[in-house]
C-alpha cells in the first residue's frame, strides 16, 4: 500500500512538473548592448518577480502554463512588457531578450552626451580594452566591496602582483612579475610621485587609504610618452574627480583584532618624544646631559586597546553650467595592529653546509597606525579647446611601535630539561611618520581644428619621513627553574636612542605636444614632449649611547620599572660625524618622440625615449671614507613599441617591447655604513643602473557583461641587475656589510591568466602567474686547506631566483550580488609561493619565505535612504609568515624546539590573528 502511495505521489508531481515552465532571458542597454544589472522583471497576474543579475541574466521558475504579460522596469529607462503564452514546449520563451531604451528618449529636444559611469567595474574593463601599455584596473567599485583598507591590500588582487608584508602582517609593498619593488615607480593621477623611505626610491604603499581612489591602474609595459624606470611596471592611483552632480559619499567603521583578545597592547607615552634631538636644539658642540632625554619612551604600559576606528567623507560638484567641477575627499583610519614573532638567529661556523642556531628571540609587537588622505581637486572648463586642473594630494602614516622581545642563548647554561637559560630582554619604542605631498596644476588645450593638442604640468612634491627618539633598552635575565627573571642592564650599549629624518622634494614640469594628421585615409598621431624635474633629499642621523651610572643595580631591587634607571650619556656629542647625515640631488631631463596610427585591424604606438641623469651625493661628515662625494652621469635611449591587433570587438591580441632602467636609491651609493639589528649596511658607490629588455604577448577576451578572459607570457632580461650580498669592506676588513652590486645578466619570463566571469548573481574573478627568473651571484663555502689543515673561505657562484621573486601567484574571489535585495558579499583567497626573503652569504643559506595563503570576506546589505551596512575581515586562517633555510644542520637538534622538518630549519614564526570591521556607508 505505502509503494503504491509513494507512485501516485511521485506521478503527481511529474504532471506537475510537466505543466510547470521556467522563463530565462536577458536585460541590455538598447543603444550600448551593455547588459543592465538590477532590472526588474514581473510576470503579471501572478506574485512571481525577480530581478536581473551580474551578467543582465534572469530567471523565474515554476511558470504554470497560461497567457501572462511579462514586464522589466528599470530606473531611467522606459518600461518595456511582452504578451506570451507559457507552454513547455515554447522554447521561445527560454532565452528572451530585452533592450531597454533611456526613459528621456520622447523629448522634443534631446542633448546626447556619452558618458561612462567612474568607478564602476565595466568603466575598468573599458579602459583596460582601450589601453595603450598593457594594464591591469581596479575599479573603486571593486576596491569599496572588497576586504581591503589600503592600496597595498588592493593591489595583490591583481594579476603579476605579490605584495611584501610589513611587522604586523599587512601588504606594504608590491612585487610586480617577480620584480622586486625597487623595479616599479607610483604615479598620482600620472606623474611621479617621491618616497618617503629613508632608504630607497620606492614608494610603500600601505600609506594610502584606498577609499579615496576613483581606480587603481597597473602597467606592465611603458610607452614613449611615460618614464622609462619601470623594468617590473607602474601603479598609477587616479583620485577621485569632481562628478556632475551633486554627490556626497561618506563611510564610518569600528573593529578589532583578534590577536588583543589574547593578550594586552603594549604602549609608551610617545607625546612625550622631542622631535629634534639635543645636537639639533643645542648646537654642534653640545654636550648632552641626561636631563635633555625626557624618559616618557620608558614608560611602558600593558592595555586592551581602543577600538579601531576607520571614516572617510568626499564631496564633490560641478558649478558654473558644469565649468567648474571642485572635490574633495579625506580619510581617515586610526587602527592598533601587532603580532607574534620568534626569531631564531644563526651562523655559520667551521665547514658546516648550513647555519648553526645560535639564540632564540621571541617578540610582541604592538602597533598603532594613524593614517590619513586628503584630496583636493579642481578643474575649470574654458570651452571645448581649454582646460586647467589643480590636483593636490596629502597622505600620511603615523605608526607607534613598541617591540618586546625575551632571547635566550643557546650556550653552555641552557638546558630545556632543567629549565635554565640566559635571557636578555629587549624593549624598542619607536615612532614613524611618514608623509607624501603632491600638488600638480595642469592645462589641455586644442588648437587648429583640434588637430593640434597640447598638455603640460607643472609638479611639486614632497616626501617625508622621521624617526624622532627611536629607544631600545636591553636588560640581562635568567631562567632558573623555569621562573624567568631581569638582573641588570647589558654591558655594551644598554640604552640607544637615534633620531632620522630624510627628506625628498621634487620640482618637475611636463610637455606633451600631439599633431594628428591624415594620411591615407587614417588619422595618426605625431607626439613628442619631455620632463625636467628637479629631486633634493637631505638625510640626518643622529643617535646616543648611555649606560648605567651603577652597573650592578638590579631590576626590582634598585629600580623597580626602566624610568627609575640613573644612566650616563657614553657619547654626549651625539655622534653627529655619522656618514648617514648626507645631501644628495638627481637631475632627470627626457625627451621622447612617438607615433601611433592604426592600418585596418592593427593599431601601432611607437618610438624611443632618452633620459639624462645626473645623481650625486655629499656626506657631511664623512668617518674615514675614500668617497665621501659622488656623481654618477648618463645618458639611455628607450625604445618601445606596442600593437594591438583587433580579432573582433571584444578581441585582441596586444603585444609590446620596451626598455627600461633602475636607478640606485642615494642611500645604496653612500659609502658609509650603519650597524642595523640584524647586519652592518653601507652603500656601493660604483653600483650601476640596471637596464633590461622587456616583451610581452597578451590574448585579451572582454565580454560585454564587465567580464574578461586575459592569456599572455612576458619575458626579461636584465643587464646589471641589483641585489644584496655580504661582502667585506674595502677599509674595514674585518667587518662584513649587507651591500648593493650588479650581478652579470639575469633572465626572467612567465605565463598570466586572469579571468573574470559573472553568472548571474554570482562571480568569479581568479588569476594566476607563473614567474621563472635567474641570477648569478657569488657565495661564501668554507673547506679546510690540504696542505696546512686550516678552515679557508673561497666564493661559489650560485645560480638562484630573483629576490623576492614567487614562481606561483595565485588570487581567488567568489562574488554574489542580488540588487534586489541589496547584497553584494565577496570571499577573497590570495596565494604566495616561496621566495627568497634574505640573501646570505653563505653557500645554499639564503633565508625562504614559505608559500603561505592569505583568506579575506567581505559583505555590505544596502538599507533605505542611500545607507549600506557593510563587514569587512582579514586574515580568516591567521596565516603565518615562516622564515627556512633550505637545509640542517645536526647541532639543531639538540634545540627544544621543532626547528627541523622535511629537511628544513625553520628561522623566523610570525603570527597576526584575524581583523575585524563592520561599518555604515552612505551615498547622496
Not at 422 to 443: A, D, V
Amino acid at each position: 500500500m505505502n509503494k503504491l502511495l509513494q507512485t501516485f505521489l511521485l506521478l503527481t508531481l511529474s504532471i506537475f512538473a510537466a505543466q510547470a515552465t521556467t522563463i530565462k532571458g536577458h536585460v541590455y542597454d538598447s543603444k550600448t548592448g551593455e547588459p543592465l544589472t538590477g532590472a526588474t522583471i514581473s510576470l503579471d497576474k501572478t506574485n512571481k518577480a525577480t530581478s536581473s543579475g551580474l551578467d543582465g541574466s534572469f530567471k523565474i521558475d515554476d511558470v504554470k502554463p497560461g497567457h501572462y504579460t511579462l514586464r522589466v522596469s528599470y530606473i531611467s529607462y522606459k518600461t518595456t512588457s511582452l504578451e506570451i503564452e507559457a507552454t513547455k514546449e515554447k522554447d521561445d520563451y527560454h532565452h528572451l531578450k530585452f533592450y531597454l531604451e533611456p526613459a528621456g528618449k520622447d523629448l522634443a529636444v534631446v542633448s546626447v552626451m556619452s558618458k561612462q559611469v567612474r568607478g564602476s567595474e565595466r568603466e575598468a574593463r573599458r579602459l583596460e580594452q582601450v589601453s595603450v601599455p598593457i594594464a591591469n584596473i581596479v575599479s573603486a567599485r571593486a576596491i569599496e566591496v572588497s576586504p581591503d583598507l589600503t592600496v597595498a591590500n588592493v593591489i595583490q588582487r591583481v594579476s603579476g602582483v605579490s605584495v611584501e608584508r610589513n611587522s604586523n602582517g599587512d601588504a606594504q609593498y608590491a612585487i610586480l612579475r617577480g620584480m622586486d619593488k625597487r623595479y616599479n615607480y607610483t604615479l598620482v593621477n600620472g606623474v611621479k610621485i617621491p618616497s618617503p623611505d629613508n632608504q630607497y626610491r620606492y614608494v610603500p604603499l600601505d600609506i594610502f587609504p584606498a577609499d579615496i581612489l576613483e581606480r587603481l591602474e597597473v602597467y606592465k609595459s611603458l610607452t614613449p610618452n611615460m618614464e622609462g624606470d619601470a623594468i617590473g611596471g607602474a601603479v598609477n592611483m587616479v583620485m577621485k574627480s569632481a562628478p556632475d552632480r551633486l554627490q556626497v559619499t561618506a563611510n564610518v567603521a569600528t573593529g578589532y583584532n583578534q590577536l588583543f583578545f589574547d593578550r594586552k597592547f603594549m604602549s609608551y607615552d610617545y607625546g612625550s618624544i622631542n622631535h629634534k634631538s639635543p645636537y639639533e636644539i643645542n648646537g654642534r658642540a653640545y654636550q648632552a646631559k641626561p636631563s635633555d632625554f625626557h624618559k616618557g619612551v620608558f614608560n611602558y604600559s600593558l592595555k586592551n586597546p581602543a577600538p579601531n576606528l576607520v571614516g572617510n567623507l568626499s564631496i564633490g560638484q560641478r558649478f558654473l553650467d558644469s565649468k567648474l567641477g571642485i572635490i574633495v575627499s579625506g580619510s581617515y583610519q586610526n587602527t592598533y595592529r601587532g603580532s607574534n614573532s620568534t626569531l631564531y638567529s644563526s651562523s655559520v661556523s667551521g665547514t658546516d653546509a648550513y647555519a648553526t642556531i645560535t639564540s632564540k628571540s621571541d617578540r610582541k609587537y604592538s602597533e598603532q597606525q594613524k593614517r590619513y588622505g586628503l584630496n583636493a581637486n579642481a578643474d575649470y572648463v574654458f570651452n571645448t579647446h581649454n582646460k586647467i586642473s589643480l590636483y593636490n594630494f596629502y597622505a600620511r602614516l603615523d605608526n607607534i611601535q613598541v617591540r618586546d622581545a625575551v632571547s635566550t642563548a643557546y650556550n653552555g647554561v641552557y638546558n630545556p630539561q632543567a629549565g635554565n637559560a640566559e635571557l636578555t630582554y629587549s624593549t624598542r619604542s619607536r615612532l614613524t611618520e611618514q608623509q607624501i605631498y603632491n600638488s600638480t596644476l595642469q592645462g589641455d588645450h586644442k588648437l587648429f581644428d583640434d588637430h593640434f593638442k597640447i598638455h603640460w604640468s607643472g609638479v611639486y612634491s614632497s616626501a617625508k619621513n622621521d624617526v624622532p627618539d627611536n629607544t631600545t633598552i636591553s636588560v640581562n635575565g635568567l631562567r632558573q627553574n623555569n621562573v624567568d627573571s631581569r638582573t641588570v642592564l647589558v654591558t655594551t650599549a644598554p640604552v640607544t636612542r637615534r633620531w632620522e629624518r630624510n627628506t625628498d622634494e621634487d620640482k618637475a614640469g611636463y610637455l606633451d605636444l600631439t599633431y594628428t594628421a591624415n594620411i591615407g585615409g587614417s588619422p595618426v598621431d605625431f607626439s613628442a614632449g619631455g620632463l625636467y624635474r628637479d629631486k633634493q633629499r637631505s638625510n640626518f642621523f643622529n643617535n646616543y649611547t648611555f649606560a648605567p651610572v651603577t652597573a650592578t643595580d638590579r631590576y626590582g631591587v634598585n629600580f623597580q620599572s626602566y624610568t627609575d634607571v640613573a644612566l650616563s650619556v657614553t657619547n654626549p656629542g651625539g655622534g653627529v660625524n655619522n656618514p648617514l647625515t648626507y645631501d644628495a640631488s638627481e637631475k632627470v631631463g627626457a625627451g621622447y618622440g612617438m607615433v601611433k596610427f592604426a592600418i585596418n585591424k592593427l593599431q601601432v604606438t611607437g618610438g624611443a625615449r632618452v633620459e639624462h641623469t645626473n645623481q650625486g651625493y655629499n656626506m657631511l661628515f664623512p668617518a674615514g671614507e675614500l668617497r665621501p662625494n659622488g656623481k654618477q652621469v648618463y645618458t639611455d635611449v628607450l625604445p618601445s613599441l606596442n600593437l594591438k591587433y583587433l580579432l573582433n570587438n571584444n578581441t585582441q591580441l596586444h603585444a609590446s617591447y620596451y626598455r627600461a632602467l633602475n636607478r640606485p636609491g642615494f642611500y645604496e651609493l653612500i659609502p658609509g655604513g650603519i650597524a642595523n639589528e640584524d647586519y652592518k649596511e653601507k652603500g656601493n658607490p660604483d653600483l650601476k643602473r640596471a637596464i633590461a629588455d622587456n616583451y610581452d604577448l597578451r590574448y585579451e577576451l572582454f565580454s560585454p557583461t564587465a567580464g574578461q578572459l586575459f592569456l599572455g607570457g612576458f619575458y626579461k632580461r636584465i643587464q646589471n641587475p641589483i641585489e644584496y650580498t655580504f661582502q667585506a669592506d674595502a677599509t674595514r676588513g674585518q667587518d662584513t656589510y649587507y651591500t648593493p652590486g650588479n650581478f652579470g645578466t639575469a633572465h626572467n619570463f612567465g605565463a598570466e591568466l586572469d579571468y573574470i566571469k559573472y553568472f548571474n548573481k554570482v562571480g568569479v574573478k581568479a588569476n594566476y602567474t607563473y614567474t621563472n627568473s635567474r641570477i648569478t651571484t657569488p657565495k661564501t663555502a668554507r673547506r679546510i686547506n690540504s696542505a696546512n689543515g686550516n678552515i679557508e673561505a673561497y666564493l661559489v657562484d650560485q645560480t638562484r631566483p630573483l629576490f623576492g621573486q614567487s614562481a606561483h601567484i595565485a588570487n581567488v574571489s567568489l562574488l554574489y550580488r542580488d540588487v534586489k535585495k541589496g547584497w553584494d558579499a565577496q570571499l577573497a583567497a590570495a596565494y604566495t609561493g616561496e621566495r627568497i626573503n634574505t640573501i646570505s652569504q653563505f653557500l645554499n643559506n639564503d633565508l625562504w619565505q614559505k608559500a603561505f595563503i592569505q583568506m579575506d570576506a567581505s559583505a555590505e546589505k544596502r538599507l533605505k535612504h542611500g545607507i549600506t551596512i557593510f563587514v569587512k575581515a582579514n586574515n580568516l586562517l591567521n596565516t603565518p609568515t615562516k622564515l627556512l633555510i633550505k637545509g640542517t644542520n645536526p647541532a639543531n637538534n639538540n634545540i627544544a624546539e621543532n626547528l627541523v622538518s622535511n629537511g628544513q630549519t625553520l628561522i623566523r614564526n610570525d603570527y597576526y590573528k584575524q581583523s575585524y570591521l563592520i561599518g555604515l556607508r552612505y551615498k547622496l
